[in-house]
């Protein structure tokens, strides 16, 4: 079964690539919510998010950077926090075909919450 | 700020709607995948999980159907069991302006997994 | 198989009870940190929490309380939140024959964060 | 404020051990269920699992195996799994002064789904 034949000629090769990276988006966001992590921990859980969520469908490659400075301030009184999503700036490249796009989560202090949109087309 | 010019002014607005549909679309999967469930509990859990997914941006209505065959299929021999994704069929419909979006996401036979697709514009 | 005398026979009925109280407890704030939730759906989710979780191994009862203050506290600035561990308030009940104990988990102010201990034996 | 002497002061310290542990090993299964993974992903979801899991209160160390051969089964088929209970094999050390307790979950053929229990007590 061509399965893009089947079920994805309804949209364009662009849309293909935002729809692709916002599942991915929206999958790393509520699977590693609520993770415990402190400042030692931090890069393997970062690591293991983007290996997990770049095998996805059309994923070419995600980064994910969690906010050193907030496990800094909570290591004086904590021994370790809950990851959460005002802590994260994950980029998420998808490609279909021609199509590439970056899809961000990042914290915007104004909005005082983590937003996610469509940073870049290549 | 006007989030939608300052973050959105480069994608039509079904664009918009497809990226808001798959962002939940994603994060449903991974919240709840895992969540103890069987032929008692489905019902509860179906409610949540649409009421939840409905706060999210543009999201009109989710509507979550458990596959009660295979609750009662392993009720023969168990109590209960994780909830999987090929126990899922789920529409999440997303608007954002004119544009209405059904996402869905359903198990596909043919392909032994559970897809998620684009069913419908209105 | 006779799995209490294969696997349990190392520990007393009390510990049993102990042990699933615990391992339910540990489940339940990781499978729903993360959920999205306001005051409107606070209520099906508090069901599913409980429903889900009392499907587990020896647990009589679940009760789960989500903090309706900071939901409307939220609510001037925000449309929904993504339930944390601060916001919770629940008991496990868990009996292994003879032995009942009401696992806890509770935010303390003194501690700045939700602690999980054993409220009560019956 | 001594958080043992007034939250804890109703449990033997082998109790305590045992509680921690079983926490742990419920949200380690809870906050990972569902994750994608393949033969190349699994060494870097290994390591987050266990250095994630290692920060809870009293947890000494956590190994953890995903069944390589699983992996390589689906390999055929498809590009990536969900992580699921059967694929995992989990030791948790769980130390309160004196006693040390290890929790271990692994699949049991004859039960046909993955076990928690208490292995072994030092």
Redesign the interface.
């Known amino acids: 079964?061509d399965?893009d034949k089947k079920?994805?000629n309804?949209?364009s090769n662009?849309?293909r690539a935002?729809?692709?990276?916002?599942?991915?988006?929206?999958?790393?966001?509520?699977?590693?919510?609520?993770?415990?992590?402190?400042t030692?921990?931090v890069e393997?859980?970062e690591?293991?998010?983007q290996?997990?969520?770049?095998?996805?469908p059309c994923i070419e490659k995600v980064e994910v950077k969690i906010n050193r400075k907030v496990l800094e301030d909570i290591a004086n009184?904590?021994?370790?926090t809950?990851l959460?999503?005002n802590m994260l700036d994950v980029k998420v490249i998808s490609v279909f075909r021609e199509e590439k796009v970056i899809v961000r989560m990042k914290f915007i202090p104004?909005?005082?919450?983590p937003?996610?949109?469509?940073e870049e087309?290549e």
Chains 1, 2, 3, 4 share one sequence.
């Open positions: 079964m399965v079920y994805f309804n949209i662009r849309e935002i729809f692709e990276g916002a599942i991915t988006m929206g999958a790393l966001f509520h699977q590693f919510d609520g993770t415990p992590v402190n030692e921990s393997s859980l690591k293991a998010m290996d997990a969520m770049e095998l996805q009184q904590f021994q370790y809950s959460n999503g104004e909005l005082h919450y937003l996610m949109y469509i087309f």
